[in-house]
């Protein structure tokens, strides 16, 4: 069984464009830039909307490479990663990851985002769409506190003698905040681009009320709760401290997690950035309740429950750096001590502004993103093909894509978001697909070779740009 941490080896534009040393059209098309996808007949699923708005948004792009790529990667989840079927007439949608046959809340629903705008117009990939919300809900409802499953109830995981309760059906069980809060975000995301409430029944409104308490669960204010975690492992971020309830904590009210969206553990279990999307996703789960399904009591319940922990996190999670000045830090325990770095994997400081948590000129985001994107942040790297975030998860020198793909996501500045663009092409080794990570020096060393999410959330950039930056599609990158 393959597993992440070891699937590894495998007048205004044209001025920023020369700016940048990049030139405008010209060249004629590379006939090697063939489409790397499967055939038609060997697709997971086909959406009429998602191949015209591939053949729309490629014929709006100058850089034949960047087109390929984008032709390759938006659809790789329904290519590649998609499971289909209906029970009792209701759709459910199994995702995995990509080399990973298990699909995690956090990954599936980041997989299938770009394509919620297009569920209007097709009914099918509206179907598929809610499938992936329903077969959510079974999941949260088996185990809240896990991050990944499997499509079989029975299945017994590779992972079944971590030091936790395991139970069939759940592939790992690193409790990771963000896991949750992508659950309600895909739900949200779902009912505000079609407008269907019919997947917020009886069973999702049971799950959304257990996510709700295990959060306050894990506030721990008067108690450790229920959840621990420890795993025989040879890297120290595969468990954690104390026993598996991580390190001590001053019980201020933020929501712990043992794990970040990197499946590496937390140092400090109050993470920032995931306690961040906590208060976004509790503000949407409000409105969901309150305008979907008119229960004001639980929209009430869920807007003072966003509002306590963003007042928390105003008070404790604003902090001086010696260089940085003051940003908000990756971790914290409430003693005052505090973790200061940025990790690629989102939820992360860069994502705020993505995740809706704060705008993208708010000064503690606008310092916190100079620190993130600096060496002052121990996993930003450079070498001779680019710069960007890494994190522990593969160790330093290498460069998640994914953070570069947010740095672009979350940028104002058109240079910028070019460069971001020009690193990505440079460094997708040939394959025309994006990578997990890949090393500073060399991108032939890379590491995931099917990783849907990286590869549909590079295609979401490209959209929100044909979008809202159309010009810079119209530039040919070096």
Not at 249 to 273: A, E, N, Q, Y
Not at 302 to 315: G, M, N, P, Y
Not at 395 to 407: A, D, F, S, T, Y
Request: one cysteine or more; charged letters at 20%; aromatic letters at 12%.
């Amino acid at each position: 069984m393959i597993n992440r941490r070891n699937f590894i080896k495998t007048a205004g534009i044209a001025t920023a464009a020369l700016a940048s040393g990049i030139p405008l059209f010209g060249n004629p098309v590379d006939p090697s830039f063939v489409s790397n996808r499967p055939s038609p007949g060997k697709r997971r699923f086909v959406s009429q909307a998602v191949e015209e708005t591939i053949a729309r948004v490629k014929a709006a792009m100058a850089d034949e490479e960047l087109a390929w790529m984008f032709e390759n990667c938006f659809p790789n989840t329904l290519d590649t990663t998609v499971t289909y079927t209906e029970k009792s007439g209701e759709p459910h949608t199994y995702v995995i990851t990509g080399d990973i046959d298990a699909m995690w809340l956090r990954d599936s629903s980041a997989q299938v985002w770009p394509y919620l705008h297009l569920a209007a117009k097709d009914e099918k990939l509206k179907r598929l769409l809610k499938g992936v919300v329903t077969r959510q809900t079974e999941f949260v409802l088996l185990d809240p506190y896990a991050n990944a499953f499997y499509d079989d109830p029975s299945r017994v995981s590779e992972w079944k003698k971590d030091f936790t309760t395991m139970k069939p059906g759940v592939h790992e069980r690193k409790w990771e905040i963000d896991s949750l809060c992508y659950v309600i975000r895909l739900a949200y995301g779902y009912w505000k681009n079609t407008g269907d409430t019919s997947a917020f029944n009886e069973q999702w409104q049971k799950a959304m009320r257990l996510i709700i308490s295990t959060f306050r669960e894990q506030q721990r204010l008067n108690n450790r709760g229920p959840y621990h975690f420890q795993r025989r492992a040879t890297s120290p971020t595969d468990t954690q401290f104390g026993g598996g309830y991580g390190n001590p904590t001053k019980k201020i009210g933020l929501i712990h997690s043992m794990f970040r969206p990197s499946d590496d553990s937390t140092v400090f279990p109050f993470l920032i950035s995931s306690n961040m999307f906590t208060v976004v996703s509790l503000r949407q789960l409000g409105e969901i309740f309150g305008n979907a399904l008119n229960n004001k009591e639980m929209e009430g319940e869920c807007i003072r429950f966003a509002l306590e922990i963003d007042q928390v996190l105003k008070q404790y999670a604003i902090l001086t750096h010696p260089e940085a000045g003051k940003i908000y830090p990756l971790e914290i325990d409430g003693f005052g001590n505090a973790l200061f770095m940025d990790d690629a994997n989102v939820p992360n400081l860069l994502s705020l502004p993505y995740l809706g948590y704060c705008d993208s000129m708010d000064p503690i985001y606008l310092n916190t993103r100079k620190f993130s994107l600096s060496p002052a942040n121990p996993w930003y790297t450079g070498g001779k093909y680019a710069k960007g975030i890494g994190g522990p998860h593969v160790g330093e020198r290498k460069i998640w894509p994914l953070g570069l793909v947010m740095q672009a996501l979350t940028s104002q500045d058109d240079k910028e978001i070019l460069d971001c663009l020009t690193t990505l092409k440079k460094t997708h080794a040939g394959t025309g697909f994006i990578h997990e990570s890949f090393n500073a020096d060399n991108p032939q060393d890379f590491s995931r070779s099917w990783f849907a999410w990286a590869n549909t959330i590079f295609g979401e950039l490209i959209l929100q740009l044909y979008h809202s930056k159309p010009e810079l599609l119209k530039v040919r990158l070096d």
